[in-house]
């Protein structure tokens, strides 16, 4: 079976790298899903998203001479909008996830201020 560029094709996961996955092809060829060609959103534990043995679409980037295949998860996506994030939650938007932000460190440095209180502070030396 020939690999033509901008095919979609089903393969098995059979290896994962801390810079993408190996995707087993018809035919039996390899091609290499980069990091970046995984999800929309930042990946930063592929096995977050992936595992060994899991069934993937891809579409196929680039085939090179030497016979190395790219290939890509998140473009081989039909429907780019309403897409789900990494564990099947909806994707948050921009707004969204700097509300949560400023929530999250909000209660962070609260946090922070009670510790510091019941230490005495900062460069509270005494002498």
Do not use: C, W
Request: proline share 3%.
């Amino acid at each position: 079976m020939s690999i033509e560029v901008g095919s979609k094709l089903s393969g098995k996961i059979t290896g994962i790298t801390h810079f993408g996955a190996f995707v087993l092809l018809p035919g039996g060829v390899t091609g290499l899903v980069h990091i970046s060609e995984i999800s929309d959103e930042y990946v930063k534990d592929i096995h977050d998203y992936l595992k060994i043995n899991d069934e993937v679409t891809v579409k196929v980037l680039n085939v090179d001479p030497s016979g190395k295949i790219a290939l890509s998860i998140r473009q081989a996506q039909d429907n780019p909008s309403g897409r789900q994030g990494r564990r099947g939650r909806p994707r948050q938007s921009f707004e969204d996830k700097l509300s949560r932000f400023m929530r999250e460190s909000e209660d962070r440095l609260q946090a922070l201020r009670r510790s510091e209180s019941k230490r005495g502070g900062r460069g509270g030396r005494r002498g």
